[in-house]
């Protein structure tokens, strides 16, 4: 692979990028951009982290997102990776024979019985007016959405814009489809829908049904994850779909929305946590999981995070037991989207929905003699930016969201780590995680980096994972193994952190 080699002069990183079908005055492409993404140099003395690369681990990405397309393509309109589902199973399989290829020890499935969870079975959405009936094709239920009456609604559509309180003086909403523009801040998790009210608002007012129109550029089908205490059908269309019912209404138009969303509560399914181990010396281990589940191909969620630990299994396999301090175990760790959104009545109960695996590690006190937990989350996207034509892809690896928990020199040795392998964040680290280490960050010294711009969207494909993203994550995560092996558990973990 090409690489062209980041260049750092009074801190201004000298990158380019790819205007292809986003600007209609843009010239032809000079490079692919696959094989140009600035690539970060290894740092002097540590070219033993050469060996990580990361074109091999994107093949991983691509097995493992080729598995939810086989869900697609079998005919699962909630398609994806879905914990309980044949996908799921599939994909714990391929995890399994890889930890075995890779020569880890006991490689195993811990079966777990799923929590009743939330899952649309059947939906759909039309929109008729001006003489035109046009199926919304990207349509799809907000997670924990309420189900229609069996034969549907038929309702009349009003747009909102924002959805702000402005928006819904002198209008009436009542008993009527409500459109929302929402823009995205800078993904589907933190929409403006979400953070200015506007769904709980349009319920407030008398809406028989909401749909949020997820403003990314094209017509983008998401999985929204946040119901915000709506309790009538909601559903996200595409932008493009959206700009159908706008363009109806600006039109003179009322338009007719038929909508229909089946819901059932699965029961009795299972998933597993998938677990493999490579002996240290010492009874002290570090762990490094991987949460397996997606929707839609789910490349960077969490494809990318599963190659990056699937990388770190491949180089600490090479290394002599007799080199490795601690034990080092890799899990795959089922169910982590399907509680997101969940009411808070199951959210704050023992009957809470999802991450069970996760669960069963913190209640059992597995982490008590682990000196790092690394979450592998959504390791690498593309750099984009929004342009009036469409998306402007840049060939540099985005700035991610991240999280550290432990000691001061922990934290510190972070921050090094990133830095020497060229690993981007946002300016300040989160209060809190999400994702897997939300349960678990008190309990060992825990770290992550997760992008979020795509997931949960038919966009979060194999094209927006840079390898070069795959590479310098993957190596940081080594180094930062190998550093955390030459210190002691109390140099690592807090006070309030059990220690042995």
């Not at 009538?232 to 009322?254: I, K």
């Not at 996760?358 to 979450?375: K, S």
């Not at 070069?468 to 930062?480: F, K, M, N, P, Q």
């Amino acid at each position: 692979m090409r690489k062209r080699v980041a260049t750092l002069t009074a801190g201004v990183c000298l990158c380019f990028a790819s205007f292809a079908g986003a600007q209609e005055d843009a010239g032809p492409p000079l490079y692919d951009i696959e094989e140009a993404y600035l690539h970060w140099p290894l740092p002097d003395g540590l070219e033993e982290y050469g060996t990580i690369d990361g074109v091999h681990l994107k093949t991983y990405v691509r097995d493992i997102t080729a598995i939810s397309r086989r869900s697609r393509d079998r005919g699962e309109q909630y398609w994806g990776r879905i914990p309980g589902t044949e996908s799921d199973e599939e994909t714990q399989e391929w995890l399994l024979a890889k930890f075995q290829e890779i020569g880890l020890e006991d490689v195993r499935a811990q079966e777990f019985e799923l929590s009743p969870y939330w899952y649309p079975t059947s939906w759909e959405v039309v929109v008729s007016g001006g003489g035109s009936v046009v199926p919304l094709a990207t349509a799809r239920p907000v997670q924990w959405a309420e189900a229609t009456p069996a034969g549907g609604m038929e309702l009349d559509a009003v747009w909102v814009g924002l959805g702000t309180l402005a928006d819904f003086l002198d209008r009436d909403v009542t008993g009527k489809a409500v459109f929302i523009h929402s823009i995205p801040t800078p993904g589907m998790r933190n929409h403006s829908a979400v953070w200015n009210g506007a769904m709980k608002r349009a319920q407030d007012r008398g809406a028989a049904a909401v749909f949020v129109v997820f403003a990314m550029p094209g017509n983008v089908s998401s999985q929204l994850i946040s119901s915000a205490g709506v309790t009538v059908p909601l559903f996200s269309v595409g932008l493009g779909d959206g700009t159908v019912v706008r363009e109806l209404v600006e039109d003179g138009q009322v338009p007719k929305v038929h909508l229909r969303l089946d819901v059932t509560m699965a029961t009795g399914r299972t998933s597993a946590n998938v677990w493999g181990v490579l002996p240290g010396t010492t009874d002290e281990d570090i762990v490094v999981m991987a949460h397996t589940d997606g929707h839609y191909d789910a490349a960077l969620d969490n494809a990318a995070g599963m190659a990056t630990m699937l990388g770190l299994a491949e180089y600490f396999a090479s290394v002599p037991r007799d080199q490795r301090r601690r034990t080092i175990k890799f899990v795959g760790v089922p169910n982590h989207h399907s509680g997101q959104g969940q009411p808070a009545e199951l959210r704050d109960s023992p009957q809470r929905v999802g991450s069970e695996g996760t669960r069963w590690m913190r209640d059992n006190g597995i982490l008590a003699r682990t000196a790092m937990l690394i979450n592998a989350e959504h390791t690498s996207q593309t750099q984009t930016y929004l342009s009036e034509k469409g998306m402007v892809k840049g060939n540099i690896v985005s700035a991610r969201r991240w999280f550290v928990s432990g000691t001061d020199h922990f934290k510190d040795l972070v921050v090094k780590a990133f830095d020497l392998f060229g690993v981007a964040t946002y300016e300040r680290p989160e209060a809190r995680p999400g994702g897997e280490l939300s349960q678990l960050y008190q309990e060992a010294p825990g770290v992550h980096v997760i992008d979020h711009i795509f997931y949960h969207t038919d966009m979060d494909t194999e094209e927006f994972i840079p390898p070069t993203g795959l590479e310098s994550t993957t190596r940081a995560y080594a180094y930062l193994v190998d550093e955390v092996n030459r210190l002691e558990l109390s140099e690592v973990r807090t006070e309030s952190m059990s220690r042995p």
